[in-house]
């Protein structure tokens, strides 16, 4: 479904990812985890055509679009949620929802966007800038259901958000899932990630350290103390 | 309400236009510890902070050390030792991290009269160098200290806005989510500096957190705000049993995080 | 009433036609955060290619009228699409002088096309009248009208109600968010400035015929639609419009009276900035919050190069200003001016390079300052007089910072800009100020008569001026104002009052500049009202300015230098009026050019890519936040 094989990728002069291949297939749950600075960041925008892949290649059902421009990927069905700054602010919640849905869906946009946050429904004229962190982060996410798209790339999911809203954001993440559409996310707590996953990738210094199944992972644990140390005390202590 | 309590908030009543953010909460926050501050989201704990801070029109009376500062605005309260850090990050993007942080202490010292604000005498620079020092020595990013700030990481620039508030030396603090985007360990790291500042200098903070591990390590006693109204407060360890509050906020999650430096 | 009812209609006509105009500045500020200074310039090159079809080739008028307006519109769509993606991106300050410089250079471009006297400009709509009541209206008038409703309304629906509008409301906030939902930004954008430009191309043929085809009139006059748009809070279409129509109105009512009333001499022409200014002071600080902001660089990396490098660049330019009296000969009086500018141009550079803000009124300091020193010379002591001129146009600057303390970037421009023309239409003409004297007497000293002698003289305020620019940039104050640029909410909770900062920036600026004005008078020894262009000079400085600073090497001296030289020295060895036309039109495009260079597309950098091919060049792509040109120096 979405491919980028041996990914060169970076800002300016410096170079962050060095040759990474990642895979998220239809209907599948992959999450990306490694420490600050890893590069999951520049990995996503690469992905999604943010950032020129320098070598290697970007595959979109078994298309090469490692050239396609961003609105153009955007428009193949790849919805990226980015990290921190997903609404547009001086925009009503209403017509954030309804440009999220591009030209299709922008009708049922709005009924949509609520059926996966009800908590909006109070906030649709208010302008999505003076909207709590939490809120804007729900409208931002709200992007997934209403765009309609194949694949969904999130980075830092659960930023800014109350632990239920994050229970409820990945029950609904796997709902979407079960659904056939492809899921990677990026996370800053593993046991979340872990627990979704069904396919692990590990980055450290922008480079693939690890890439399976999580249950592996774990077992693998000289490994994850090497890179996760402190996120390993929180995957025992819950 | 006495003295030594650091800052109290009495009535605080707060609308956008017909919305209710904040409804009759009253809460106190004393010097020395860590106070909490959890709700779910949009359960107005920002527009709490923001109306310590006197950023906008709220009805209630608000102390700071038994001073009654309701009707001073934003610099004048943080005359009075209190500042703050912003859940959506205000750095001085293209100073370095020790301009950054020195500024913490340098927009003090210059405060609100021309003269001070046009020249520095030695002796406020010698003061501005050693607080510097100290906030980055607390807060370990000393090797950092001639990084432009924009190109660093996300957990990098809330260690930055931290150092800059602790810089500033106030009496009491207000910290607005500072430790998202932090990784776990990242985490711990800041709630051990946090911990130190606070037994060290005895200054009052008031905390407003998602990440329960941080809260439950740090606060001894916290608030819990539910769509504008304070619907619980107790010590952590009644928090986290509250069945109201894991309904509301906690959820199934995090029920057995351990209880923190309260016990 | 009806002594009113002619003047009403009139103001309405008039009042729509900078409705339209204000309406596509809007428009265009709302996409792409930029307020487009060339807007009126752009009006004036449609009108000028109306006038080429229409008059001199005979082409009937609604085809001239078309071609103008979408021929226009076409090109400006696809070439304004692509500065303005730039521009969102750069520190206000480099994008306000980006289009103040392209006005500048259109301007010129009307100058060399149909020479600098003004061309008659026949009336081309209907001339027939019928009776409304007991006036008579002009079908011409009743079009003009009905046009301006008619585009205001479909183009304030669509931006409200259509996904396009919705995407144009969207776009100036967060692009890459914008291509991420599958809009491409470059549709998106190129629509509105071709819907901008088509606006001020109507209204620039609709005015014409009332004011003939004179480029600095015609670029005036539009920009007086900056009051409609003020009116409009620079955001709402329909009170942009309504406000054009208010200030069309108001303005002919005073034309009525400002024959009989003297106090209103000068009114006519100034109420749309007094609107301007005024709205800037009133309007809750909420309703201007500047768009983009959130998007662009706010100020601007530090200068490399140590003690060493900075001590040799000061010698250098020391050399350079005391050789000039032995090798420049009969010009001496040029460089002369030359180092007065430079007081004005370092006084500016406090505010444009250390804390990224716009003064468009600096000339106006000047001018006051010019004035004050022609009253007290002969009463008090010469260099006193000069001293004290300072300190009388410090409390103009506490004046100005007014405005300074509640806006910020554009509208800190717009404000300064609305001060300046102010001054100069409804005050430079009374008696207290230059009055109906062609020339005031402002002598030189009795201990520096002489030509050389008087040009050391200026060149020691200068020294004394750098030292003292020098020290606030390295100082404390340096410090705040360039934390400010970044975060000024943050300096309010670390407690410090930001407003005094303001005030104090702008009070010494001024005086500075004031001081810079009284050394131009003894120059010549008579200053007048044409000694001080302030609007153009004031706008000409800032993008200078701005140009000087594009090689970071140059450090602050450097930097005034070479504005200064190219204000008023390359101009005196020009003595073809058709070359200096082409100075602004290079000038200009050299101000754009520096805003691409910031973010990493200049010149120099594409020829380097053309050399090394590979890497390709996108604006749509965030450059690298390491490599970013710097603009303002820094202390180390
Ligand atoms: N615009 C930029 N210019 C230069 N370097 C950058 C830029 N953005 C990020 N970097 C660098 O690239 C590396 C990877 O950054 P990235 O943002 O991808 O990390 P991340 O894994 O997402 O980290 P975090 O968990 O903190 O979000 C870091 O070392 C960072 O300093
Ligand atoms: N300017 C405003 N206009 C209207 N409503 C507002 C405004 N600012 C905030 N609100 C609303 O007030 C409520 C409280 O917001 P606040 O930012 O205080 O929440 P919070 O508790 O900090 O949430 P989070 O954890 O998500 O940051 C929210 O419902 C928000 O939408
Ligand atoms: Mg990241
Ligand atoms: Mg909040």
Request: glycine fraction near 10%; charge should be positive; proline fraction near 4%.
């Amino acid at each position: 479904m979405l491919e980028l094989r041996e990914a060169v990728a970076g800002y300016g002069d410096s170079t962050v990812l060095r040759g990474v291949s990642i895979e998220v297939s239809a209907g599948q749950a992959v999450s990306v985890v490694g420490p600050n600075g890893a590069g999951k960041t520049t990995l996503i925008r690469t992905i999604c055509g943010l950032l020129p892949v320098r070598s290697g290649a970007r595959i979109i059902d078994g298309v090469d679009a490692t050239a396609q421009s961003v609105h153009a990927i955007a428009r193949a069905g790849v919805c990226h949620i980015p990290e921190g700054r997903g609404v547009f602010p001086g925009l009503s919640v209403r017509d954030n929802m309804m440009l999220f849905a591009g030209s299709d869906g922008k009708r049922t946009a709005v009924e949509r966007g609520l059926s996966a946050f009800p908590q909006l429904t109070k906030h649709l004229n208010q302008r999505a800038g003076s909207l709590s962190g939490g809120q804007q982060q729900m409208l931002a996410l709200s992007r997934v259901v209403v765009s309609n798209p194949s694949v969904v790339l999130i980075d830092e999911a659960s930023l800014g958000l109350a632990p239920v809203i994050v229970d409820e954001i990945y029950d609904f993440l796997g709902r979407i899932v079960s659904e056939g559409i492809g899921v990677l996310v990026v996370e800053q707590y593993v046991t979340h990630a872990l627990r979704f996953a069904s396919h692990v990738y590990v980055l450290q210094r922008g480079a693939l350290v690890y890439s399976g199944a999580p249950n592996e992972l774990g077992s693998q644990e000289q490994l994850f103390e090497r890179y996760l140390e402190g996120d390993l005390e929180q995957s025992r202590s819950t | 309400m006495t003295t030594d309590t650091g800052l109290t908030v009495e009535n605080l009543t707060v609308r956008y236009g017909g919305h209710v953010a904040v409804s009759n909460v009253s809460l106190s926050a004393p010097a020395g510890s860590v106070t909490g501050l959890i709700g779910p989201n949009g359960a107005g704990k920002t527009t709490t902070l923001n109306a310590c801070f006197g950023v906008v029109k709220s009805a209630g009376e608000q102390h700071l050390f038994g001073v009654n500062m309701t009707r001073k605005g934003a610099v004048g309260r943080s005359r009075l030792g209190m500042t703050r850090t912003f859940q959506r990050m205000r750095l001085f993007d293209t100073l370095t991290v020790e301009e950054n942080v020195s500024m913490g202490r340098e927009a003090k010292a210059a405060g609100t009269t021309w003269l001070t604000q046009f020249v520095s005498s030695p002796a406020s620079r010698r003061q501005c160098e050693a607080a510097t020092r100290d906030a980055l020595n607390a807060c370990g990013i000393e090797e950092l200290r001639d990084r432009t700030v924009r190109n660093l990481s996300t957990g990098q620039r809330r260690l930055v806005e931290f150092a800059r508030a602790i810089a500033n030396e106030p009496r009491f603090l207000l910290l607005d989510e500072p430790s998202s985007g932090l990784d776990v360990r990242e985490t711990e790291g800041f709630g051990t500096v946090l911990e130190s500042i606070v037994r060290d200098r005895g200054i009052g903070v008031l905390l407003v957190e998602h990440d329960m591990s941080l809260v439950s390590r740090v606060c001894r006693y916290v608030y819990v705000l539910d769509f504008g109204i304070k619907i619980f407060e107790g010590t952590m360890s009644e928090t986290l049993t509250s069945p109201l509050v894991r309904a509301a906020y906690l959820g199934q999650e995090l029920t057995d995080v351990p209880a923190g430096s309260d016990a | 009433m009806t002594t009113f009812l002619p003047f009403i209609i009139l103001g309405l006509t008039s009042g729509a036609v900078y409705g339209v105009a204000a309406s596509g500045l809007v428009l265009a500020y709302r996409t792409s955060g930029v307020i487009n200074f060339a807007h009126g310039s752009t009006a004036a090159v449609a009108a000028g290619i109306f006038y080429w079809l229409h008059d001199e080739h005979g082409m009937a008028w609604p085809f001239a009228a078309l071609i103008a307006v979408l021929g226009l519109a076409l090109v400006a769509g696809a070439v304004m699409e692509r500065i303005a993606a730039v521009l969102a991106r750069v520190p206000t300050t480099l994008s306000v002088a980006a289009t103040v410089g392209l006005s500048i250079a259109l301007t010129a471009v009307i100058v060399i096309w149909y020479g600098p006297a003004p061309l008659q400009f026949p009336s081309f709509l209907p001339s027939s009248t019928f009776k409304l009541g007991s006036v008579l209206v002009g079908y011409d008038q009743v079009i003009t009208v009905a046009i301006g409703i008619v585009a205001v309304a479909s183009m304030s629906l669509m931006l409200r109600y259509s996904q396009r509008g919705r995407a144009m409301r969207a776009i100036v906030e967060d692009p890459e968010l914008l291509s991420l939902t599958g809009l491409s930004g470059y549709s998106v954008r190129s629509l509105a400035w071709f819907i901008s430009t088509a606006f001020a191309a109507i209204s620039g043929i609709l005015i014409a015929p009332s004011l003939g085809l004179d480029g600095t009139l015609l670029t005036l006059l539009v920009i007086q639609s900056f009051g409609a748009a003020a009116i409009g809070a620079f955001s709402n279409l329909p009170m942009t419009f309504i406000g054009g129509l208010v200030i069309g109105v108001l303005s002919a009512l005073s034309t009525k009276y400002s024959g009989t009333n003297d106090w209103l001499q000068g009114m006519p022409q100034g109420l749309p900035f007094i609107v301007l200014f005024v709205m800037l002071i009133v309007l809750p600080r909420r309703l201007l919050v500047e768009l983009g902001s959130a998007v662009q660089e706010r100020t601007i990396g530090r200068v490399t190069g140590g003690r060493a490098a900075r001590s040799s660049k000061a010698a250098v330019a020391a050399i350079l200003l005391l050789i000039v009296p032995s090798v420049v000969g009969a010009h001496l009086a040029v460089y002369t001016l030359a180092a007065a500018y430079l007081i004005i141009l370092l006084s500016l550079s406090l505010l444009v390079r250390t804390s990224n803000q716009i003064s468009l009124c600096h000339m106006t300091f000047a001018a006051i300052g010019a004035l004050a020193f022609h009253h007290l010379t002969g009463s008090v002591p010469w260099v006193l007089a000069v001293l004290i001129s300072g300190l009388i146009v410090l409390p103009v600057g506490l004046l100005i910072s007014i405005p300074a303390i509640r806006l910020s970037g554009v509208y800190l421009a717009l404000a300064t800009l609305g001060f300046g023309i102010l001054v100069e239409q409804l005050f430079y003409a009374r008696s207290f100020m230059f009055g109906d004297a062609l020339s005031l007497a402002t002598p030189r000293p009795s201990f520096a008569s002489g030509p050389k002698a008087y040009y050391y003289l200026v060149v020691g305020f200068v020294v004394i001026t750098y030292i003292a620019v020098r020290a606030i940039e390295q100082g404390r104050l340096g410090r705040i104002l360039r934390a400010r640029a970044d975060a000024p909410e943050a300096l309010t909770a670390l407690g410090l009052n930001i407003r005094s900062t303001s005030m104090i920036v702008f009070a010494i600026s001024a005086a500075m500049a004031g001081m810079g004005g009284a050394l131009i008078g003894p120059i010549f020894g008579v200053i007048g009202q044409s000694t001080f262009q302030t609007v153009p000079t004031s706008m000409l400085l800032v993008v200078l300015l701005v140009l000087g600073s594009r090689n970071r090497s140059a450090g602050t001296l450097g930097a005034c230098m070479i504005a200064a030289a190219a204000l008023v020295v390359v101009p005196d060895y020009i003595t073809s009026g058709t070359l200096q036309s082409w100075l602004n039109v290079l000038f200009g495009a050299g101000a754009i050019e520096v805003a691409f260079a910031y973010r990493g597309y200049g010149l120099s950098s594409r020829i380097k890519r053309l050399r090394s091919p590979g890497s390709p060049i996108a604006p749509d792509q965030p450059s690298s936040r390491l490599s970013v040109p710097i603009l303002i120096e820094a202390p180390k």
